[in-house]
């Protein structure tokens, strides 16, 4: 599957030297998928005026730590390959309206059944990403509503790994330095797996 490339809504990422340590008390998770979702699906080629009309509207502000944490989730995310899950075996996954809960669900649940890691919050991130994508896609698809599961996904079941284990939002860049770590090579394999014990059972 290959993603068109198109300007982030931020006009340009922030360099480095601009990005402040996040406080993870102060991340609003819901505003944070928001401006993921917004940045990651302008990247893979949808408009600003679809995103508006499913409702998707991104804040505006200078470097919030929501918006400095998406952007660089999302540039982390647009430098693993097109094919970091297997087009064929999101096809398998046959996501339509009805079935999108339970395979997110369940899916995400088990790319942390064995523990959690950088590399595996990261893959459900992505996990997310690719449902809403193919959502937007579907008559009557609601982006939305994944947007809202991977959220309560998040603080339900990594939000507190994140503040007393992984080191804050912060560390997140620091474990996962390229899309060739070891931690994020991992993580996208225990989602690859998720995705084909769901396909088994």
Request: aromatic share 8%.
């Amino acid at each position: 599957m290959t993603h068109q490339r198109s300007q982030s809504w931020a006009g340009r990422s922030p360099r480095p030297e601009q990005i402040n340590s996040f406080d993870t008390e102060d991340i609003r998770v819901d505003q944070l998928i928001t401006d993921f979702m917004y940045d990651s699906l302008l990247q893979r080629g949808r408009s600003e005026d679809s995103l508006n009309r499913v409702g998707i509207h991104p804040r505006h502000e200078e470097f919030t730590p929501e918006r400095e944490l998406a952007q660089r989730l999302q540039l982390l995310v647009d430098s693993l390959p097109a094919n970091a899950i297997g087009p064929e075996l999101l096809d398998r996954l046959e996501v339509t309206e009805s079935t999108a809960y339970e395979v997110f669900h369940t899916v995400a649940q088990q790319v942390i059944r064995h523990g959690l890691s950088w590399g595996r919050v990261l893959a459900v991130f992505l996990f997310g990403l690719e449902l809403a994508d193919r959502t937007m896609a579907q008559p009557g698809g609601s982006v939305l509503t994944v947007m809202s599961w991977l959220s309560r996904f998040i603080i339900s079941n990594l939000l507190n790994w994140i503040r007393s284990e992984g080191g804050g939002w912060q560390a997140l860049f620091e474990q996962l330095a390229s899309s060739t770590s070891f931690v994020t090579v991992f993580g996208l394999a225990a989602l690859t797996v998720a995705a084909v014990i769901f396909l088994r059972s």
